[in-house]
């Protein structure tokens, strides 16, 4: 049954509008500028596209938990515009107010060939409108807005977690529990076959991942599986960016597949992805002080990972800058903490300003499981 579109192009509306009853359009599965991609356990990825203002009106969808914005070419095409969404909350029909997404989302590929925002969770919704204000270049190719439903995830008989393991002679820090990637359910039919291993893991890049705070823990998982379907089959990368996740309560996530324990080559930090291993805090860290509980786990993976290496989580080291996007230029020796955040390596926010004021606490704990 075919519906009423509205036809106000949300670019250029009113205040007023935004106070109006919302319509309902068809639904994203049926419309002929949407396209769905499914995964393991009733997961799926709707992908509507924008008009040429920018702009998708309220509309109704396919239930999602998490979405973002993507467009062909330059990552930071929209480093200068603004993204902002509005979501329609499944249970009561209420629609949310605006909310801005960062639209310079640097969690990448050095060699990115698409650009994304950072992802929102919204919990479970079934509409959207979506509202694009281009930078100076003007707006993007390809935009368009993509709904994650996590599904209930993949099942599986492999080992769901990686239990602590006292310090030994692979690492000068005992091996926290780790959540395997089975534990929270990864389909791994959608990822790249195979794996890209780095060199030495001399720092780790303490992130958030800009989604929600107030979340249960136990809708983690699920917020993990959201993340990785939208860096595979929505951002096009081989996996999900980050090699480690750690929720407010503390538990800690395999991220990037290829073992924990090995220097598997992440998506995290643009320009110094080499040598590295990205660590994401779910949730975000600008004005919210991070749970003593997540910030001991990221201490906890950190001094563990870089304990593989020999690497003394209070001590500085060398990366070499793989991309100008960076704050360097591409081949430049760049001295970081062992232990340092995203914005140390690019211009962002990221991980939060409250959360990058705890990283000396992250680094001194940190050091004091490794025996420092």
């Known amino acids: 049954m075919s519906l009423s579109i509205p036809t106000a192009v949300l670019a250029g509306c009113t205040t007023a509008l935004l106070f109006q009853p919302v319509a309902t359009a068809v639904d994203g599965s049926s419309s002929p500028s949407a396209s769905v991609r ?8 709707t992908s509507l596209a924008l008009g040429s203002g920018g702009a998708v009106a309220p509309r109704a969808t396919r239930p999602f938990q ?46 990115a060939s698409r650009g994304a925002t950072a992802p929102l969770w919204t919990g479970r919704s079934d509409g959207v409108a979506v509202d694009v204000r281009p930078g100076p270049a003007g707006l993007p190719r390809g935009l368009r807005v993509e ?20 310090a030994g002679s692979t690492s000068t820090a005992p091996r926290p ?31 958030h991942t800009a989604t929600s705070t107030d979340y249960a823990c136990s809708d983690a998982p699920g917020i993990i599986r959201s993340i990785y379907a939208y860096h595979v089959q929505s951002n096009g990368w081989r996996d999900i960016g980050y090699n480690f996740l750690v929720d407010r309560c503390g538990t800690i996530y395999e ?33 919210t002080t ?3 509980a ?7 993976i950190s001094a563990w990972k870089l304990g593989l290496t020999g690497q003394t989580a209070g001590d500085a080291t060398h990366l070499t800058s793989g991309s100008s996007a960076s704050l360097y230029a591409s081949g430049t020796s760049v001295e970081f903490n062992t232990i340092s955040g995203h914005r140390d390596g690019f211009a962002t926010e990221c991980p939060g300003g409250a959360l990058y004021a705890k990283l000396p606490d992250i680094r ?5 499981l490794q025996g420092g």
Not at 147 to 166: F, H, K, M, N, Q
Not at 256 to 283: E, K, M, W, Y
């Open 66 to 111: 998490l979405l973002g914005v993507v467009w062909d070419g330059a990552p930071d095409a929209l480093a200068q515009g603004s993204v902002r969404v509005r979501t329609r909350d499944h249970a009561t029909g209420r629609w949310s107010d605006w909310q801005q997404l960062e639209a310079d989302a640097t969690d990448a590929p050095d060699d």
């Open 364 to 368: 001194d704990t940190a050091l004091s």
């Open 294 to 300: 997540l910030q001991d786990g990221l201490a906890k």
């Open 290 to 292: 991070p749970p003593q």
């Open 255 to 287: 991220g990037r597949a290829g073992g924990v324990d090995q220097p598997v080559l992440g998506a995290h930090t643009l320009g110094f992805n080499t040598n590295s291993s990205g660590i994401a805090a779910i949730g975000t860290y600008g004005s």
């Open 38 to 45: 499914t995964s393991a356990g009733g997961g799926s990825v």
């Open 177 to 207: 529990g780790i959540v395997t990637r089975a534990g929270w359910g990864a389909d791994e039919s959608i990822r790249e076959s195979g794996f890209v291993y780095t060199g030495t893991v001399k720092v780790t890049f303490i992130h």
């Open 147 to 166: 709904l994650v439903d996590p599904g209930r995830g993949a099942t599986t008989r492999e080992s769901t977690t990686l239990p602590e393991r006292p």
